[in-house]
């Protein structure tokens, strides 16, 4: 916390030292009321007392019957400013046949209309209306559909204009709105204006665009976490800060630090919280200009209650048609689910998967369920032969309206026992099919084939399906479990990737209280390499049904370069036998270095730091190099078949040699024995070079 509120000191401080500068405002507001702008035309802009952004009210003006009117704002000076930026809040209820237009005029020149100057927030139709505001701007928002609808508050827009180009260091500059009615009678509630604000500076004053990332946690959530929020955060300076608001059930505010994956996305942990409890939260972002303009996303709210016990399988955002293809008549899709990813046996109530592209075309299908020995799929299989032995569980009329987690309760719940689970389904849409189909995410499981497919036109497929990599994500629901002493390992935080060679390295876990008791001690284990390191950790604390631990630290690990497993687990819940055992344990990988590789290495068997080329390759795709790196190779015969890969760091003057000890060539010699599939010994990577 102290971090984080020396962040927040130096953010406030930064934004004092460069602070925007507010260069004309008005508001509309009493005492004063529209003080610094000024109304010509038949009929003029009035103070309306019902409708306000801020405040207590605004002005208005109903669109003039073929007339024009004006709102001009008194000149103001932007000199000493490169940057301006005009906002203000409006609701602009007039026909798409009338005219609502931004003008401005500097150092006494012609009024300009500002067109291409707008910062769409994303929603907005300005620039393709000949960059004039009417109720079409925001259709849905504004009921574009009907004339007479009454504005209310919610009704309310800001928008921004970079007018830096026109305005920037002047000393005489004016802003007007005009409203230009046609010669037919206007039934619309016309045009309101309120807060009208120039800002300058001498730095971009346009703030970070914050995108909420999917999934996004929001509504009733059946689980009680952690809940990673991810967040598309982009500026053209780039971005200084991103960090998570949230409150827990609209107590004080908290802050999570986000963490840059990739591109322009953020990501950061609202910690577990147990259940029947809600969360508001929104992502705020800073941007890297001097001035740091700061803003904040939607506000996002989520409710933690207790539901089924549901698995999630498979993360990936690609898209396709399985498992309810609808394009043609008939299509099949079948899937296998491993025990090890379903982690849990018992009635199956329902399940889910993620619709990235909806439609409300209506489609009968069916779901048949059964157990497997079978972990992948050898070869392709007839419809007949996979729903052979196979429970119907599901068979109505269904459609995927909406983008996110489409959740079918089966009519008949499937008792899950033993080995892996095979999910058929159907789509029997009937005829040559629909054009409007559905799409769902999935996740490849390859080189492992677990999808197979069918597809025909007018009657069901009888042929033989073709094997898929894309498996469709899935989510499986199960009763609450009843079980009184049952905890588990959640996660191995680290080691995982990559990691120093030689030096300890903490061990950090969470655990997750999987009973309906709460779990206040229990006694952690863990292996690397498969040796059982001692002594155990024990935890002490408080776990409330299915919360998840902060990350804590269970050891150190120190371990030689290259790479190494580790498995940990759980024992002894409240010192007491656990009752399921099947969620104790979480396995992982990780690869040591002794640092990134520069300079000369040695290979070969007898006191060498590589034994083999092979790990060397491995080392430094793992571990990447910082400068020139030479392996000297001890005299002998090496039999390997290596696959060398683009190597981090490398460059035109970080190279890698191998070379041999001696000095003589003939000394070292490395050969594989090939056949028509695998044809080479050394196979390098395909470098496309950029010459733009």
Same mark, same amino acid.
């Given at each position: 916390?102290?971090?984080?509120l020396?962040l927040?000191?130096?953010?406030?401080?930064?934004a004092?030292?460069n602070a925007?500068?507010i260069l004309f405002?008005?508001n509309?507001d009493?005492?004063?009321?529209p003080?610094?702008?000024t109304?010509?035309g038949?009929p003029?802009f009035?103070?309306?007392t019902r409708l306000?952004?801020?405040?207590?009210?605004?002005d208005?003006?109903?669109?003039?019957?073929?007339?024009?009117s004006?709102?001009?704002?008194?000149s103001?000076?932007?000199?000493?400013?490169?940057?301006?930026l005009?906002k203000?809040?409006?609701?602009?209820k007039?026909?798409?046949?009338?005219?609502a237009?931004v003008?401005i005029?500097?150092?006494?020149g012609?009024?300009?209309k500002l067109t291409?100057?707008y910062i769409n927030?994303g929603?907005?139709?300005?620039?393709?209306?000949?960059?004039?505001f009417?109720a079409?701007?925001?259709?849905?928002d504004?009921?574009?559909?009907?004339d007479?609808i009454?504005?209310?508050?919610?009704?309310?827009k800001?928008e921004t204009?970079?007018?830096?180009?026109?305005?920037?260091?002047?000393s005489n500059?004016?802003v007007?709105?005009?409203?230009?009615?046609?010669?037919?009678?206007?039934?619309?509630?016309?045009?309101?204006?309120?807060d009208?604000?120039?800002?300058?500076?001498?730095?971009e004053l346009?703030p970070?665009?914050i995108?909420m990332?999917?999934?996004?946690?929001?509504?009733t959530v059946?689980?009680?976490?952690p809940?990673?929020?991810?967040?598309?955060v982009r500026d053209a300076?780039?971005?200084d800060t991103a960090?998570i608001?949230?409150?827990l059930n609209n107590?004080?505010?908290?802050y999570i630090?986000?963490?840059w994956?990739?591109?322009?996305t953020y990501?950061?942990?609202?910690?577990?919280?147990?259940?029947n409890?809600?969360i508001?939260y929104?992502?705020?972002a800073a941007?890297?200009?001097?001035t740091?303009n700061?803003t904040n996303?939607p506000?996002?709210?989520? *409710?933690?209650?207790h539901g089924?016990? #549901?698995?999630?399988?498979?993360t990936? &955002? +690609? /898209?396709q048609?399985y498992?309810f293809?609808?394009l043609?008549?008939y299509t099949?899709?079948a899937?296998?689910?491993?025990a090890?990813e379903?982690n849990?046996?018992?009635?199956?109530l329902?399940?889910?998967?993620?619709v990235?592209?909806?439609?409300a075309?209506?489609?009968?299908?069916?779901i048949?369920?059964?157990s497997?020995?079978?972990?992948?799929?050898?070869?392709?299989?007839?419809?007949?032969?996979?729903?052979?032995?196979?429970?119907?569980?599901y068979?109505n009329?269904n459609s995927?309206s909406?983008?996110?987690?489409?959740?079918i309760?089966l009519?008949?719940p499937f008792?899950?026992?033993?080995g892996?689970l095979?999910?058929?389904c159907?789509a029997? *849409?009937?005829g040559t099919?629909t054009? #409007?189909?559905p799409?769902?995410?999935y &996740? +490849? /499981?390859?080189?492992?084939y677990?999808?197979q497919?069918?597809?025909?036109?007018n009657?069901?497929?009888?042929g033989?399906a073709?094997l898929?990599y894309?498996?469709?994500?899935i989510?499986?629901s199960?009763?609450?479990?009843?079980?009184?002493?049952?905890?588990?390992?959640?996660?191995?935080?680290?080691?995982s990737?990559i990691?120093?060679?030689?030096v300890?390295?903490?061990v950090?876990?969470?655990i997750?209280?999987y009973?309906?008791?709460s779990?206040?001690k229990?006694?952690i284990?863990?292996?690397v390499?498969g040796i059982?390191?001692?002594?155990a950790y024990?935890w002490?604390g408080?776990l409330?049904q299915?919360m998840v631990?902060?990350?804590?630290?269970?050891g150190?690990?120190?371990?030689a370069?290259?790479?190494h497993t580790?498995?940990?687990w759980?024992?002894?819940?409240n010192?007491?036998?656990?009752?399921?055992?099947?969620?104790?344990t979480?396995t992982g990988?990780?690869?040591a270095?002794t640092?990134?590789?520069?300079?000369?290495?040695?290979i070969?068997?007898?006191?060498a730091?590589?034994p083999?080329?092979?790990?060397t390759i491995?080392?430094?795709?793992n571990?990447?190099?910082s400068?020139?790196v030479?392996?000297?190779?001890?005299?002998?015969?090496?039999?390997?078949q290596l696959t060398?890969?683009?190597?981090?760091?490398?460059s035109?003057?970080?190279?890698?040699?191998?070379?041999?000890?001696?000095?003589?060539n003939?000394?070292?010699t490395l050969r594989?024995?090939t056949?028509a599939?695998n044809?080479?010994?050394?196979?390098?990577?395909?470098v496309?070079?950029?010459t733009?």
């Amino acid at each position: 916390m102290k971090k984080l509120l020396l962040l927040m000191a130096v953010l406030f401080g930064a934004a004092f030292t460069n602070a925007q500068t507010i260069l004309f405002h008005e508001n509309f507001d009493p005492t004063s009321g529209p003080d610094s702008v000024t109304a010509t035309g038949t009929p003029t802009f009035a103070i309306n007392t019902r409708l306000h952004y801020s405040g207590t009210q605004c002005d208005s003006l109903k669109t003039p019957l073929n007339n024009v009117s004006y709102l001009t704002t008194q000149s103001f000076s932007t000199v000493g400013s490169t940057n301006v930026l005009l906002k203000f809040a409006h609701i602009c209820k007039v026909e798409i046949f009338d005219t609502a237009k931004v003008e401005i005029s500097v150092n006494g020149g012609p009024w300009v209309k500002l067109t291409t100057q707008y910062i769409n927030p994303g929603n907005s139709q300005f620039l393709n209306q000949s960059y004039r505001f009417c109720a079409a701007t925001y259709a849905v928002d504004w009921w574009a559909s009907n004339d007479t609808i009454k504005p209310d508050q919610t009704w309310w827009k800001l928008e921004t204009f970079d007018i830096s180009a026109l305005a920037a260091n002047s000393s005489n500059v004016r802003v007007r709105f005009t409203l230009r009615g046609n010669v037919s009678n206007d039934v619309c509630h016309g045009w309101y204006l309120d807060d009208i604000m120039v800002i300058g500076g001498t730095s971009e004053l346009i703030p970070p665009k914050i995108t909420m990332a999917p999934p996004i946690i929001q509504d009733t959530v059946f689980n009680t976490g952690p809940f990673n929020i991810s967040a598309y955060v982009r500026d053209a300076s780039g971005i200084d800060t991103a960090y998570i608001v949230y409150k827990l059930n609209n107590g004080a505010n908290q802050y999570i630090p986000m963490t840059w994956v990739s591109d322009s996305t953020y990501t950061g942990t609202i910690p577990s919280y147990t259940y029947n409890n809600r969360i508001d939260y929104y992502v705020h972002a800073a941007d890297n200009s001097s001035t740091h303009n700061s803003t904040n996303g939607p506000n996002q709210w989520f *409710y933690t209650k207790h539901g089924p016990n #549901t698995v999630q399988i498979g993360t990936g &955002t +690609s /898209t396709q048609t399985y498992p309810f293809y609808m394009l043609w008549g008939y299509t099949r899709s079948a899937a296998i689910y491993q025990a090890s990813e379903i982690n849990t046996y018992g009635q199956i109530l329902s399940l889910e998967w993620y619709v990235s592209t909806a439609t409300a075309t209506s489609c009968p299908v069916k779901i048949y369920l059964k157990s497997t020995t079978s972990s992948t799929f050898a070869s392709g299989s007839t419809w007949a032969s996979l729903i052979s032995g196979a429970t119907l569980v599901y068979d109505n009329t269904n459609s995927f309206s909406t983008v996110g987690w489409k959740l079918i309760t089966l009519t008949t719940p499937f008792m899950y026992s033993s080995g892996n689970l095979m999910v058929l389904c159907e789509a029997n *849409y009937g005829g040559t099919g629909t054009s #409007t189909y559905p799409s769902f995410q999935y &996740t +490849s /499981t390859s080189p492992n084939y677990q999808h197979q497919t069918l597809y025909a036109d007018n009657a069901p497929p009888t042929g033989t399906a073709s094997l898929s990599y894309n498996r469709p994500n899935i989510k499986i629901s199960f009763p609450p479990a009843n079980n009184t002493q049952d905890a588990g390992v959640s996660q191995v935080v680290a080691p995982s990737g990559i990691i120093l060679a030689g030096v300890n390295s903490p061990v950090t876990i969470s655990i997750k209280n999987y009973a309906i008791d709460s779990l206040k001690k229990v006694t952690i284990a863990y292996k690397v390499d498969g040796i059982l390191q001692t002594p155990a950790y024990t935890w002490n604390g408080i776990l409330l049904q299915d919360m998840v631990s902060p990350n804590f630290s269970i050891g150190n690990v120190n371990v030689a370069p290259g790479s190494h497993t580790i498995k940990v687990w759980t024992e002894l819940p409240n010192d007491s036998t656990d009752q399921a055992h099947n969620n104790d344990t979480v396995t992982g990988t990780f690869y040591a270095c002794t640092s990134i590789l520069n300079g000369p290495y040695t290979i070969g068997p007898s006191g060498a730091d590589f034994p083999t080329f092979a790990a060397t390759i491995a080392a430094m795709q793992n571990c990447g190099i910082s400068g020139p790196v030479t392996f000297n190779v001890q005299s002998g015969i090496y039999t390997e078949q290596l696959t060398i890969p683009e190597i981090p760091g490398t460059s035109d003057i970080n190279t890698i040699t191998y070379q041999s000890t001696t000095g003589v060539n003939t000394d070292v010699t490395l050969r594989y024995t090939t056949d028509a599939t695998n044809n080479f010994v050394v196979k390098l990577p395909v470098v496309v070079s950029n010459t733009d």
